[in-house]
């Protein structure tokens, strides 16, 4: 029997009464509730007033929250258990999409499940740092070397898989989330500083053999947007011009010109921010960027609180993972970054996406509802 496991039957046995029995972390609920009444709220503008989006994101967000609250009632344990499983069947769902995946606008990234279309790289932003915690919590911390090395090419299989479909934007957040681990393990200053100077020396052989010419446009669009002001240079005008045109408190509810009148492409998804900028100036994004600190410094909370390494591994990731989904989306969509397709967390319509956060929040909840241990960590 594992010392866990002892301790675990002394907390129930113990009689606990504060125990949650259902696993619920109301608060986490609550901003994640939050979250989603206002990202429907912005959806039904941005897709030109049209409830077929609302209904449909409302119908994902359903399906998260159930599947968060099934998640949570699995021990932390349960998690860690079958990290390799997981990771297992997250690497063949994205071989499967390089062999059967279905092709759209110059990349195969989805697999038709019949009565649904599904997105196996999403499978990989909870899969990697599942499998890199799982690793990392087996052996001394900090990590050495050779269970660096072990880890990074845990990350590496899949973000190389995502590449080649190709999506580039992805492939990067999913060996972020697995470095998250890494970096939260306690990485040595060596090995953070041979890393970063390593993807300096990479950034030529990136551009020269790895990306491709419309990922090479994105970035020479990003200096210099006016040069093609009516080719790739016009999602950045027009999202900058949809933000600048908001001001302080914006053009209200459904009265944004740029997204109303179709300048802005794919208001309702990647796009979605400068919606929210225009029609609710710079304090609504204010405002939305006030409930995503909030819910990441809560997810922090849960980190920093969590009974087991393993626990304080993910939950970390996946707070950081998180907040850099946010932050990369708000940047590209401002002119801050290249264009890489990330959509906005809970506000950008996409029901993989949402599914998948939610599962996430999910782990975060079991995290947070753990009996509290006696001793120290395992």
Known sequence: MYKYDFVRQLNTKGGDRHQNPFHIDVTLMLILFALCLTGLFVLYSASEQSFYYVKRQATFMLAGFAGMLIVAQFPVRFWERIAVVFYAAALLALLAVLLFGIEAKGATRWLNLGFTRFQPSEIAKIAVPLMVSAYLSRHVIPPSFKHVTGALLIVAVPAFLILRQPDLGTSILVFASGFFVL???????????????????????????????????????????????????????????????????????????????????????????????????????LGLCALYLLLVGYCMIIAINAQSQFARLMAGSISLTFFIYMFVNMSMVSGLLPVVGVPLPLISYGGSAIVTLFFGFGILMAISSEPKRIGTWR
Do not use: C
């Open 183 to 285: 970096f939260l393990a306690g990485l040595r200053k060596r090995y953070l500083v041979g890393s970063f100077f390593t993807a300096l020396a990479a950034a030529p052989l990136l551009w020269l053999f790895v990306m491709r010419d419309y990922q090479k446009q994105r970035v020479l669009t990003l200096l210099s947007p006016e040069d093609d002001k009516f080719g790739a240079g016009w999602n950045i005008i027009q999202s900058t011009t949809a933000i600048g045109s908001g001001g302080l408190s914006g053009k209200g509810w459904t009265e944004g010109t740029q997204s109303q009148l179709n300048f802005l492409p794919e208001s309702h998804t990647d796009f979605i921010i400068a919606v929210l900028a225009e029609e609710f100036g710079l304090l609504g994004v």
